[in-house]
Protein backbone atom coordinates (compact mmCIF):
# COMPACT_ATOMS: atom_id res chain seq x y z
CA UNK A 1 0.00 0.00 0.00
CA UNK A 2 0.98 3.29 -0.73
CA UNK A 3 0.49 5.46 1.96
CA UNK A 4 0.39 9.41 1.92
CA UNK A 5 0.84 11.50 5.28
CA UNK A 6 0.63 14.81 5.65
CA UNK A 7 2.38 16.91 8.57
CA UNK A 8 0.87 20.13 8.47
CA UNK A 9 1.63 23.56 10.69
CA UNK A 10 -2.01 25.32 11.48
CA UNK A 11 -3.28 28.80 11.37
CA UNK A 12 -6.78 29.99 13.03
CA UNK A 13 -7.77 30.28 9.25
CA UNK A 14 -10.34 27.22 9.13
CA UNK A 15 -10.98 27.51 5.46
CA UNK A 16 -7.07 28.06 5.03
CA UNK A 17 -5.88 25.05 6.89
CA UNK A 18 -8.75 22.62 4.59
CA UNK A 19 -7.77 24.32 1.24
CA UNK A 20 -4.08 23.53 2.18
CA UNK A 21 -4.84 19.76 2.46
CA UNK A 22 -6.75 19.51 0.11
CA UNK A 23 -3.87 20.93 -2.42
CA UNK A 24 -1.29 18.36 -0.60
CA UNK A 25 -3.96 15.51 -0.72
CA UNK A 26 -3.79 16.00 -4.84
CA UNK A 27 -0.50 16.18 -5.11
CA UNK A 28 -0.05 12.48 -2.91
CA UNK A 29 -2.57 11.08 -5.31
CA UNK A 30 -0.61 12.58 -8.27
CA UNK A 31 2.65 10.41 -6.40
CA UNK A 32 0.68 7.20 -6.11
CA UNK A 33 -0.51 7.82 -2.58
CA UNK A 34 -3.94 5.32 -2.15
CA UNK A 35 -4.72 5.69 1.57
CA UNK A 36 -3.75 9.51 3.12
CA UNK A 37 -4.41 10.17 6.80
CA UNK A 38 -4.26 13.37 8.12
CA UNK A 39 -3.36 14.85 11.52
CA UNK A 40 -5.43 15.02 14.57
CA UNK A 41 -8.35 18.29 14.92
CA UNK A 42 -6.50 18.98 11.38
CA UNK A 43 -8.79 21.80 10.64
CA UNK A 44 -8.24 24.02 13.34
CA UNK A 45 -5.59 25.08 15.60
CA UNK A 46 -5.52 22.72 18.55
CA UNK A 47 -8.54 24.75 20.74
CA UNK A 48 -8.34 22.27 23.77
CA UNK A 49 -5.36 24.27 25.45
CA UNK A 50 -7.95 26.09 27.34
CA UNK A 51 -11.51 25.82 28.42
CA UNK A 52 -13.73 27.90 26.70
CA UNK A 53 -17.31 26.70 25.91
CA UNK A 54 -16.95 29.08 23.04
CA UNK A 55 -14.98 26.29 21.15
CA UNK A 56 -18.23 24.12 21.04
CA UNK A 57 -19.35 26.02 18.11
CA UNK A 58 -16.09 24.65 16.08
CA UNK A 59 -17.58 21.63 16.15
CA UNK A 60 -19.96 20.22 13.47
CA UNK A 61 -22.41 17.01 12.63
CA UNK A 62 -20.90 13.87 11.14
CA UNK A 63 -21.86 13.30 8.33
CA UNK A 64 -21.28 17.76 8.00
CA UNK A 65 -19.18 19.97 6.05
CA UNK A 66 -15.76 18.65 6.76
CA UNK A 67 -17.46 15.09 5.32
CA UNK A 68 -18.80 16.73 2.09
CA UNK A 69 -15.60 18.77 1.73
CA UNK A 70 -13.09 15.77 2.23
CA UNK A 71 -15.36 13.68 0.38
CA UNK A 72 -15.34 15.50 -2.54
CA UNK A 73 -11.53 15.76 -2.09
CA UNK A 74 -11.11 12.13 -1.97
CA UNK A 75 -13.46 11.43 -5.29
CA UNK A 76 -11.75 13.76 -7.52
CA UNK A 77 -8.33 12.17 -6.39
CA UNK A 78 -9.16 8.73 -6.12
CA UNK A 79 -8.15 7.92 -2.81
CA UNK A 80 -9.22 6.89 0.89
CA UNK A 81 -8.64 9.47 3.26
CA UNK A 82 -8.56 9.21 7.05
CA UNK A 83 -9.47 12.99 8.41
CA UNK A 84 -9.80 13.98 12.34
CA UNK A 85 -12.93 16.00 13.53
CA UNK A 86 -14.72 17.53 16.11
CA UNK A 87 -17.97 15.90 15.92
CA UNK A 88 -21.49 17.24 17.20
CA UNK A 89 -23.37 14.33 18.00
CA UNK A 90 -26.07 16.09 20.38
CA UNK A 91 -26.46 19.47 22.21
CA UNK A 92 -24.03 19.28 25.39
CA UNK A 93 -22.91 16.03 23.30
CA UNK A 94 -19.56 15.91 21.34
CA UNK A 95 -16.69 13.84 20.39
CA UNK A 96 -13.27 13.30 19.16
CA UNK A 97 -13.84 11.31 16.15
CA UNK A 98 -11.92 10.40 12.90
CA UNK A 99 -13.96 9.52 9.92
CA UNK A 100 -12.31 7.43 7.05
CA UNK A 101 -13.59 8.48 3.37
CA UNK A 102 -13.49 6.08 0.46
CA UNK A 103 -11.82 6.84 -3.04
CA UNK A 104 -15.39 7.42 -4.19
CA UNK A 105 -15.98 10.20 -1.87
CA UNK A 106 -18.78 7.85 0.69
CA UNK A 107 -17.98 7.74 4.45
CA UNK A 108 -16.62 3.96 5.24
CA UNK A 109 -17.00 4.67 8.87
CA UNK A 110 -15.49 5.87 12.14
CA UNK A 111 -13.86 5.95 14.94
CA UNK A 112 -14.55 7.70 18.39
CA UNK A 113 -11.35 8.60 20.24
CA UNK A 114 -11.70 6.44 23.74
CA UNK A 115 -8.92 8.10 25.94
CA UNK A 116 -9.59 11.55 26.46
CA UNK A 117 -6.52 13.23 28.01
CA UNK A 118 -7.22 15.65 30.61
CA UNK A 119 -3.69 17.41 31.14
CA UNK A 120 -2.49 21.21 31.62
CA UNK A 121 -2.56 22.55 27.76
CA UNK A 122 -4.86 19.05 26.85
CA UNK A 123 -8.05 19.77 28.13
CA UNK A 124 -9.97 17.49 26.26
CA UNK A 125 -12.29 16.04 28.85
CA UNK A 126 -14.35 19.56 28.64
CA UNK A 127 -14.62 19.22 24.92
CA UNK A 128 -15.13 15.29 24.77
CA UNK A 129 -16.87 12.43 25.90
CA UNK A 130 -14.79 8.64 25.36
CA UNK A 131 -15.93 6.93 22.37
CA UNK A 132 -18.46 4.27 23.06
CA UNK A 133 -18.14 2.36 18.96
CA UNK A 134 -15.15 0.22 20.64
CA UNK A 135 -12.09 -0.85 19.12
CA UNK A 136 -13.34 -1.91 15.54
CA UNK A 137 -11.28 -1.63 12.54
CA UNK A 138 -12.25 -0.19 9.40
CA UNK A 139 -13.15 -2.11 5.89
CA UNK A 140 -11.68 -0.36 3.25
CA UNK A 141 -11.41 -0.48 -0.27
CA UNK A 142 -7.45 -0.28 0.38
CA UNK A 143 -7.57 -2.43 3.34
CA UNK A 144 -8.58 -2.98 7.12
CA UNK A 145 -7.58 0.01 8.96
CA UNK A 146 -7.07 0.35 12.82
CA UNK A 147 -8.07 3.82 13.42
CA UNK A 148 -6.90 5.27 17.19
CA UNK A 149 -6.53 8.38 17.73
CA UNK A 150 -3.46 10.45 19.81
CA UNK A 151 -3.82 9.56 23.44
CA UNK A 152 -4.92 6.01 22.49
CA UNK A 153 -1.73 5.63 21.21
CA UNK A 154 0.04 4.76 24.80
CA UNK A 155 -2.50 1.93 25.31
CA UNK A 156 -1.49 -1.41 24.60
CA UNK A 157 -4.81 -3.02 24.82
CA UNK A 158 -6.03 -0.26 22.19
CA UNK A 159 -3.45 -2.05 19.64
CA UNK A 160 -4.09 -4.48 20.40
CA UNK A 161 -8.03 -5.18 20.37
CA UNK A 162 -7.89 -3.77 16.64
CA UNK A 163 -5.54 -6.39 15.84
CA UNK A 164 -7.69 -9.10 16.99
CA UNK A 165 -10.58 -7.75 15.32
CA UNK A 166 -8.61 -8.15 11.89
CA UNK A 167 -6.66 -4.66 11.49
CA UNK A 168 -3.86 -4.71 8.28
CA UNK A 169 -2.55 -1.16 10.30
CA UNK A 170 -3.10 0.76 12.81
CA UNK A 171 -3.23 4.38 12.05
CA UNK A 172 -2.67 7.04 14.64
CA UNK A 173 -4.19 10.95 13.90
CA UNK A 174 -2.23 13.14 16.66
CA UNK A 175 -1.60 16.62 18.21
CA UNK A 176 0.68 16.12 20.46
CA UNK A 177 4.42 18.40 21.85
CA UNK A 178 6.74 20.19 23.79
CA UNK A 179 5.45 22.31 27.11
CA UNK A 180 7.50 25.27 26.59
CA UNK A 181 8.24 25.09 30.55
CA UNK A 182 10.33 21.46 30.07
CA UNK A 183 13.61 20.98 29.58
CA UNK A 184 15.23 20.46 26.41
CA UNK A 185 16.61 16.54 27.73
CA UNK A 186 12.72 15.69 29.10
CA UNK A 187 11.10 17.25 26.09
CA UNK A 188 13.26 14.74 23.81
CA UNK A 189 12.55 12.11 26.73
CA UNK A 190 8.95 12.43 26.24
CA UNK A 191 9.36 12.65 22.43
CA UNK A 192 11.35 9.42 21.97
CA UNK A 193 8.92 7.57 24.59
CA UNK A 194 5.82 8.63 22.57
CA UNK A 195 7.72 6.78 19.24
CA UNK A 196 9.16 4.04 21.01
CA UNK A 197 5.82 3.09 22.88
CA UNK A 198 4.13 3.35 19.51
CA UNK A 199 6.51 1.08 17.80
CA UNK A 200 6.31 -1.46 20.34
CA UNK A 201 2.47 -2.01 19.22
CA UNK A 202 3.72 -2.74 16.16
CA UNK A 203 6.56 -5.17 17.44
CA UNK A 204 3.99 -6.72 19.61
CA UNK A 205 0.90 -7.26 17.11
CA UNK A 206 3.20 -7.82 14.21
CA UNK A 207 1.68 -4.63 12.29
CA UNK A 208 2.58 -1.83 10.44
CA UNK A 209 1.61 1.64 12.19
CA UNK A 210 1.34 5.19 10.81
CA UNK A 211 1.35 8.11 12.98
CA UNK A 212 0.49 11.28 11.62
CA UNK A 213 1.39 14.62 13.96
CA UNK A 214 1.09 17.79 13.87
CA UNK A 215 3.99 20.56 13.88
CA UNK A 216 4.79 24.34 14.86
CA UNK A 217 4.12 26.53 17.77
CA UNK A 218 0.33 27.37 18.68
CA UNK A 219 -0.04 29.93 21.36
CA UNK A 220 -1.67 29.53 24.50
CA UNK A 221 -4.97 31.86 24.27
CA UNK A 222 -5.25 32.23 27.49
CA UNK A 223 -1.48 33.14 28.02
CA UNK A 224 -1.06 30.95 31.00
CA UNK A 225 1.49 29.15 29.62
CA UNK A 226 3.99 29.45 26.43
CA UNK A 227 1.66 27.35 24.10
CA UNK A 228 2.71 23.66 22.44
CA UNK A 229 5.38 23.23 19.92
CA UNK A 230 4.02 20.16 18.36
CA UNK A 231 6.91 18.12 17.72
CA UNK A 232 5.67 16.49 14.59
CA UNK A 233 8.18 13.15 13.75
CA UNK A 234 5.16 11.47 12.34
CA UNK A 235 6.38 8.02 11.45
CA UNK A 236 5.56 4.66 9.75
CA UNK A 237 7.40 1.43 11.40
CA UNK A 238 6.60 -1.93 9.72
CA UNK A 239 6.04 -4.90 11.59
CA UNK A 240 9.36 -5.70 13.46
CA UNK A 241 8.68 -1.54 14.90
CA UNK A 242 11.33 -0.64 12.13
CA UNK A 243 11.34 2.73 10.74
CA UNK A 244 9.94 3.22 7.51
CA UNK A 245 10.29 6.43 7.41
CA UNK A 246 10.25 9.37 10.03
CA UNK A 247 9.50 12.97 9.53
CA UNK A 248 11.31 15.69 10.59
CA UNK A 249 10.29 17.63 14.19
CA UNK A 250 10.29 21.18 12.91
CA UNK A 251 8.48 21.92 9.50
CA UNK A 252 5.65 20.62 7.27
CA UNK A 253 6.18 17.84 5.21
CA UNK A 254 3.82 15.40 2.70
CA UNK A 255 5.57 12.24 1.74
CA UNK A 256 4.58 8.74 0.07
CA UNK A 257 5.75 5.56 1.95
CA UNK A 258 5.37 2.56 0.62
CA UNK A 259 4.08 0.10 3.20
CA UNK A 260 4.14 -3.77 2.26
CA UNK A 261 1.03 -5.64 4.53
CA UNK A 262 2.12 -9.22 2.87
CA UNK A 263 4.97 -8.89 5.08
CA UNK A 264 3.10 -9.24 8.62
CA UNK A 265 1.92 -12.44 7.93
CA UNK A 266 5.64 -13.69 7.73
CA UNK A 267 6.39 -11.82 10.70
CA UNK A 268 3.63 -13.50 12.56
CA UNK A 269 4.96 -16.84 11.59
CA UNK A 270 8.68 -16.03 12.93
CA UNK A 271 7.06 -14.36 16.26
CA UNK A 272 3.51 -16.18 16.58
CA UNK A 273 2.52 -13.66 19.68
CA UNK A 274 -1.20 -14.07 19.31
CA UNK A 275 -0.59 -18.01 19.54
CA UNK A 276 0.98 -17.61 22.60
CA UNK A 277 -1.13 -15.30 24.38
CA UNK A 278 -2.12 -16.90 27.73
CA UNK A 279 -5.88 -16.01 27.21
CA UNK A 280 -6.61 -17.98 30.40
CA UNK A 281 -4.47 -15.84 32.60
CA UNK A 282 -5.34 -12.35 31.84
CA UNK A 283 -8.51 -11.83 33.53
CA UNK A 284 -7.33 -9.22 35.79
CA UNK A 285 -6.29 -7.19 32.92
CA UNK A 286 -10.09 -5.92 33.10
CA UNK A 287 -9.62 -4.55 37.01
CA UNK A 288 -8.62 -0.64 37.14
CA UNK A 289 -5.53 -2.01 39.45
CA UNK A 290 -4.52 -5.63 41.36
CA UNK A 291 -4.49 -4.82 45.01
Not at 49 to 74: H, R, Y
Not at 91 to 96: E, F, K, R, S
Not at 120 to 147: M, N, R
Amino acid sequence: MKIGIIQQSNTSDINDNKERLAIKIANLAKAGAELIVLQELHNSLYFCQVENVDNFNLAEPIPGPSTDFFGKVAKDNGVVIVTSLFEKRAPGLYHNTAVVIEKDGTVAGKYRKMHIPDDPAYYEKFYFTSGDIGFEPLQTSVGKIGVLICWDQWYPEAARLMALRGAELLVYPTAIGYESSDSKEEQERQREAWTTVQRGHAVANGLPVVTVNRVGHEPDPSEQTGGIMFWGSSFVAGPQGEFLWRAPNDREVETVVDVDLEYSEQVRRWWPFLRDRRIDSYGNILRRYVD
